[in-house]
């Protein structure tokens, strides 16, 4: 089975390299071609367009920023449609909502091309290891085809249901995310503030009730002054706003995920939005008169 990739950002590089190293055909595209280089020294063929990824590939991956960039990436100049051929399947692994899900499937449909949601959960640790979760909408026969590119990246792969099903599961996974990580900093920074040995803290957390990804791998990080992105802040506050709006749009409250979604806007109208998810911590120091 050929696999054409595009995306090779913090996650994608690595699930594409991931897919390269279990020995599927690979093909990359990248819109920075300078993201291409470590592929192409391992002799993997680089794409001038997503048009020539399709042409050679059977599954091609996209792992872009949001759903505009997917649009553009499908259907844009010398997008995957103008490289359609019988039996090509996309599959959309970046995050963004059901409802696009469903409306890219729909136009896909109208050049014969089958069509997934499996966004991603694990950060990029587990892209890196080949570990992440990987939720599935669409087909289950299509499903079936390319569960052995899935197992390549993953190592939790559910099948969600129809198509836009992994998106919103995708988008529960982040209303946990956020919410967790918003925890998090609250009790470091109210440590900080009354003066409790943080590394006590990170024991307590981590070994009791209050134990979760976030305590595991971002509050060592946030512990170092380190902000660098396994995910970035703007990709979360994107995801929360796809998460409010079908919220509202079935009359479901969710003020802890709103409120943490206007805590992200203020970090990324700072500038921060490039940093990691934990860069949230720096807001509530400078909230709170706390110097780095």
């Given at each position: 089975?050929?696999v054409?990739f595009?995306g090779?950002?913090?996650?994608g590089?690595?699930?594409a390299?991931?897919?390269?190293?279990k020995?599927f055909?690979?093909i990359v595209?990248?819109?920075?071609?300078?993201?291409?280089?470590?592929?192409a020294k391992l002799g993997v063929p680089?794409a001038?367009?997503?048009?020539e990824?399709?042409?050679?590939?059977?599954v091609?991956i996209?792992?872009?920023t949001?759903a505009?960039?997917?649009?553009?990436?499908?259907?844009?100049?010398?997008?995957?449609v103008y490289?359609a051929h019988?039996?090509?399947i996309?599959?959309d692994?970046?995050?963004?909502?059901p409802?696009?899900?469903?409306?890219?499937?729909?136009r896909?449909?109208?050049?014969?091309?089958?069509?997934?949601?499996?966004?991603?959960?694990?950060s990029?640790i587990?892209?890196r290891?080949?570990?992440l979760?990987i939720?599935?909408g669409?087909?289950?026969?299509?499903f079936e085809?390319?569960k052995?590119v899935?197992?390549?990246?993953?190592?939790?792969?559910?099948?969600?249901?129809?198509v836009?099903?992994?998106?919103?599961?995708?988008?529960?996974?982040?209303?946990?995310?956020?919410l967790?990580?918003?925890?998090?900093?609250?009790?470091?920074?109210?440590?900080?503030?009354a003066s409790?040995?943080?590394?006590?803290?990170?024991t307590?957390?981590?070994?009791g009730g209050?134990?979760?990804?976030?305590v595991?791998y971002?509050?060592?990080?946030m512990m170092?002054?380190d902000?660098?992105?396994?995910?970035?802040?703007a990709?979360?506050?994107k995801?929360?706003k796809?998460?409010?709006e079908?919220?509202?749009k079935?009359?479901?409250?969710?003020?802890?995920?709103a409120l943490?979604?206007?805590?992200?806007?203020?970090?990324?109208a700072?500038?921060?939005g490039?940093k990691?998810?934990?860069?949230?911590?720096?807001l509530?120091?400078?909230?709170?008169?706390?110097?780095?």
């Amino acid at each position: 089975m050929r696999v054409g990739f595009i995306g090779l950002g913090i996650m994608g590089s690595a699930m594409a390299m991931n897919i390269h190293k279990k020995g599927f055909p690979l093909i990359v595209y990248n819109r920075t071609r300078s993201k291409t280089e470590p592929f192409a020294k391992l002799g993997v063929p680089v794409a001038n367009s997503p048009r020539e990824v399709a042409e050679k590939s059977d599954v091609v991956i996209d792992m872009v920023t949001d759903a505009p960039d997917v649009e553009e990436v499908l259907f844009g100049r010398d997008g995957v449609v103008y490289g359609a051929h019988p039996g090509l399947i996309v599959i959309d692994m970046s995050t963004n909502s059901p409802e696009y899900a469903r409306y890219f499937a729909k136009r896909l449909a109208e050049y014969g091309i089958e069509f997934l949601d499996a966004p991603v959960t694990g950060s990029d640790i587990g892209a890196r290891q080949g570990t992440l979760t990987i939720m599935v909408g669409g087909k289950r026969e299509v499903f079936e085809r390319v569960k052995p590119v899935l197992e390549a990246m993953g190592k939790t792969i559910v099948y969600a249901g129809d198509v836009g099903s992994g998106q919103m599961l995708k988008l529960l996974n982040q209303i946990v995310v956020g919410l967790n990580m918003l925890a998090v900093v609250e009790a470091m920074a109210l440590a900080k503030k009354a003066s409790i040995d943080m590394d006590k803290l990170f024991t307590v957390l981590s070994t009791g009730g209050a134990n979760s990804f976030t305590v595991q791998y971002y509050m060592p990080k946030m512990m170092k002054g380190d902000y660098e992105p396994g995910f970035k802040a703007a990709h979360l506050k994107k995801d929360l706003k796809y998460a409010v709006e079908m919220a509202n749009k079935l009359g479901v409250p969710l003020p802890g995920t709103a409120l943490t979604l206007e805590l992200y806007n203020a970090l990324v109208a700072k500038g921060l939005g490039d940093k990691g998810t934990q860069a949230l911590l720096r807001l509530y120091h400078e909230l709170s008169g706390i110097k780095e």
